[in-house]
């Protein structure tokens, strides 16, 4: 070999390959073409994972989820719910607010009606009978020298306890049967409906006056079983309307075919999308019942003394109207503002659940 032969660069097939990483190419610079095809690929279905991931995320009901983005960032997903929406409608609701706030003041007067008035709402002096209100004492006193403002303060709690506690039993009762009507359907169906329809005919009021009178005894448990064999039958409707429209939704019959049991698709799938309806009306028939109460212990049928009751104190005034007024005004300010809280509650959860509405 001569001088000039040892001088030339000698091309070698560690750092000269061909187009095709298989063949060496005189002179050209190294390449990684298969490891760098591989990169590209690996990097495609990444990005094909992280956006699948992130469409399931928001299908599949999941509250809060964590996906990872091409960069390495946490990116937060949070799940719309039918609650979530309707709670950010409520909020910018001012009526909302301000029955919300009364209906809080009501429940902590019932429960803790000393926080309001220290004196006894038995005690009574006859020396002050139909005095009118005072700087001392508010509301002034009733027929029997009694302080009116404690006894329209305690008498919050049998209203609220009964509207509540009749509400409550004719939900479980609606839901019970509602669910079984309408999803199962055929015999089931018509008797439940059948049997609901005959309740349909008896008017609230009058068929309170006939059950209550057959009653000897009228107590808040009494008066609170009456109103609910009368009240059920609306909430029993809804709650069977619901079931009949959401049992053949494409989510209830996936699950159906994935091999679910009657009680799991209408535990899980069924009753959460179904029931806000009956929520609604309930909060509303809440106002409706305690008015009733209030009414059937007026006509002398409801509650009987000594039960501290709105309705008592409204019969007991309607006598002295023009003579001593505010035997009547207190208490009927009382149960009104309660009433109009319920219905302004329910027609506000109405909107805010009710897309169409929105």
Not at 231 to 247: F, Q
Not at 277 to 295: D, F, L, R
Not at 316 to 324: F, G, M, N, P, Y
Not at 329 to 342: D, G, H, Q, R
Request: hydrophobic residues 45%.
């Amino acid at each position: 070999m001569t001088e000039d032969d040892r001088t030339k660069p000698q091309a070698t097939s560690t750092d000269m390959t061909g187009i095709d990483g298989d063949s060496p190419l005189p002179g050209g610079p190294p390449t990684d073409a298969p490891e760098a095809g591989e990169a590209a690929e690996e990097e495609v279905r990444e990005e094909e994972q992280i956006q699948f991931g992130a469409e399931a995320g928001l299908q599949t009901g999941g509250t809060t989820g964590q996906i990872t983005a091409a960069t390495g960032g946490d990116v937060p997903l949070h799940q719309a719910s039918l609650w979530g929406d309707a709670w950010k409608q409520l909020r910018k609701k001012p009526l909302f607010i301000i029955a919300a706030l009364f209906l809080v003041l009501f429940t902590v007067m019932s429960v803790a009606p000393g926080l309001f008035t220290s004196q006894d709402p038995r005690f009574c002096n006859l020396s002050f009978s139909v005095d009118r209100p005072s700087g001392s004492h508010w509301f002034g006193y009733d027929i029997q020298g009694c302080d009116y403002f404690t006894r329209v303060v305690y008498g919050t709690r049998v209203s609220l306890l009964i509207g509540l506690l009749v509400v409550g039993f004719d939900v479980v009762i609606a839901i019970i049967l509602g669910s079984i009507a309408g999803y199962y359907g055929g015999f089931l169906d018509t008797l439940v409906g059948r049997f609901a329809d005959i309740w349909f005919a008896i008017p609230t009021t009058l068929g309170g006056i006939v059950f209550l009178n057959l009653l000897g005894q009228r107590g808040l448990w009494q008066v609170s079983l009456v109103l609910v064999v009368l009240a059920w039958p609306t909430l029993m409707r809804l709650m069977r309307s619901s079931v009949v429209s959401g049992k053949e939704a494409d989510y209830v019959m996936a699950a159906r075919a994935l091999g679910a049991g009657d009680w799991r698709i209408l535990r899980l799938h069924i009753l959460p999308n179904g029931i806000a309806p009956v929520i609604v009306y309930a909060t509303i028939t809440v106002g409706i019942i305690i008015s009733a109460e209030a009414a059937l212990s007026f006509l002398g049928v409801g509650l009987q003394l000594p039960a501290i009751s709105w309705g008592l104190m409204i019969s007991d005034a309607q006598s002295r109207i023009l003579t001593s007024p505010h035997l009547l005004f207190f208490p009927a300010i009382f149960l009104s503002t309660l009433v109009l809280s319920f219905i302004l509650l329910g027609d506000a959860l109405r909107d805010a659940l009710d897309p169409r509405l929105r």
